[in-house]
């Protein structure tokens, strides 16, 4: 099919206590490593920081919790 398996994301559920307010913004920040982004300098980490809080409330505009 083409498609390229990225990597996995492993999130400790008991960490989270199921609650998907905590799961969430660790599943994105899983991805978006995978995507590429790294944190190595200040500048990094607020980019990634920015693109983390785009993505959460986008995901809470769609998702009543």
Known sequence: SGRKMLGEIYLNYDFGKGKFEVLGPLFIHGLLHLL??????????????????????????????
């Open 36 to 65: 590429g982004y790294l944190p190595w300098t200040k500048r990094d980490t607020i980019r990634m920081k920015a693109k983390e809080n785009e993505l959460w409330d986008l995901i809470l505009l769609s998702v009543s919790i």
